[in-house]
């Protein structure tokens, strides 16, 4: 009897909190209703065992159940803190943009493609979230990004006033297209201004990037110096190129000549410090005959101390390459001289090449060329002029004093008669979108 009397008070006490608390959801209720019941039988049990004294024993767990039916209640439901299911589950914060709002910028994928002397825009657009944001506030900034990642300043505006930093100096300018274009025209480009340039956006504290490309149309020669090869170390090698009008090859330019039929035996230095050579037919004495072809690649060497080839690379001409036609063939010195006086200069190796590659000098007839070697230019190969496939055919480097040949003259444009009247390259930007 006593039992069934603590059951039922405890019960009741619980139902008469229920009552009151009709806010709380049905499924808390239920699990402290049942430990409620639980925990009420259970001081039933103990206080039915003491005989002697049931009365004030029978209170006193009266009231102990009641306080601990009514801290179940109080108690936060352990539903509202899930742990096993929220293992391994992505938490998402959505963070209230302020006033200056994000930039998001978008730039041209791939690349942009133009030549030595060509104009190009380097695209880059735009916009805010949200859109209500002073364009006087904008700051663009443009840098070229070598792959060793050193920073080269290009071009930077700040509302009405721009700035142009080094060689871009008087070349570099705003397209100014429209609102949210960043775009910036580059003049005259020269074979340094290949490569990737960053153009960065900043609104007060907002700020995003995207990349460019720059290509250049042109033509990678191999090239070594008349004391023989493997003989340049890096810098040597920089040297060289920049001699006969070129620069260092890059990969991407060496990977695309050996797409055109490029093959060389021996390993040159390329602009990032690496050593490779293209070999599209497979050789023993040019590795191995059971090697696929491809650019072989000797990875990153040692600039100082280990000496290779070169891979040089050069665009187009601001000027034209011919033949010196005469009536007697001259030693080296006599050449230079001849050149001269018909207005001209000794044309360099880089020259020949790209003469060869982009205007199409075809001549069968050995000339002398600037570093001191003998070279001739062939387009369509034919019988006794060195074999069956296009290039420029070399000689080496016979006594400049004793040896007899033609030359090969350059003869530069006046400023106001461009070889090549000045393109604009650009591409159109698709949805290669960032945001900060």
């Known amino acids: ?105 978008q730039t041209a994928p791939g690349k942009v493609v133009t030549h030595r002397g060509g104009t190009i825009t380097l695209p880059c657009r735009f916009h805010h979230e949200p859109e209500n944001v002073d364009p006087y506030r904008i700051r663009i900034k443009w840098t070229k990004v070598s792959d060793a990642l050193q920073f080269e300043d290009v071009f930077v505006a700040l509302g009405r006033q721009q700035k142009a930093f080094g060689s871009y100096l008087g070349r570099a300018s705003l397209e100014q297209a429209g609102p ?35 290509d250049l149309e042109g033509v990678v020669f191999p090239y070594y110096p008349p004391s023989g090869r493997y003989k340049l170390n890096y810098h040597q090698a920089e040297e060289v190129c920049k001699e006969q009008d070129a620069i260092l090859a890059s990969h991407g330019q060496l990977h695309k000549a050996w797409l055109e039929g490029l093959d060389w035996c021996n390993a040159g230095w390329l602009e990032d410090g690496s050593v490779q050579y293209p070999i599209s037919h497979p050789r023993d004495e040019c590795g191995r005959k059971d090697s696929p072809p491809g650019v072989r690649n000797y990875g990153y060497r040692h600039k100082d101390d280990e000496r290779y080839d070169a891979f040089c690379f050069t665009s187009n001409l601001n000027g034209r390459v011919y033949f010196l036609k005469r009536f007697k063939k001259v030693n080296y010195l006599e050449a230079v001289k001849a050149c001269q006086r018909d207005g001209a200069t000794i044309a360099k190796v880089g020259q020949l090449y790209a003469a060869w590659k982009i205007q199409l000098l075809d001549r069968c007839e050995a000339g002398w060329v600037e570093d001191g070697s003998v070279r001739y230019p062939i387009v369509n190969p034919r019988t006794r002029c060195g074999g069956p496939e296009p290039g420029v055919r070399n000689l080496g480097f016979p006594d400049k004093k004793f040896r007899l040949y033609g030359v090969y003259c350059f003869r530069r444009n006046n400023v106001d008669e461009p070889t090549q009247a000045p393109s604009i390259t650009s591409v159109t930007t698709t949805n290669s979108t960032r945001s900060i």
């Open 1 to 105: 009897m006593r039992s069934a009397f603590h059951c039922s008070t405890v019960s009741s006490a619980c139902d008469n909190t229920r009552q009151t608390s009709a806010v709380i959801p049905s499924q808390k209720w239920d699990s402290v209703a049942s430990s409620c019941t639980i925990i009420t039988l259970y001081y039933s049990v103990v206080a039915s065992q003491h005989k002697t004294h049931p009365v004030p024993v029978g209170m006193m767990l009266l009231w102990l159940a009641t306080i601990t039916c009514t801290l179940l209640f109080l108690s936060p439901p352990a539903a509202a803190y899930p742990a096993d299911s929220e293992k391994g589950r992505r938490k998402v914060v959505h963070v209230m943009e302020d006033d200056t709002g994000a930039v998001i910028v």
């Open 180 to 214: 949210g274009d960043a775009s910036v025209i580059i003049h005259n480009i020269t074979l340094q201004d290949y490569g990737r340039y960053e153009c960065e956006v900043t609104n007060d504290m907002e700020d995003d990037t995207g990349f460019v490309n720059l």
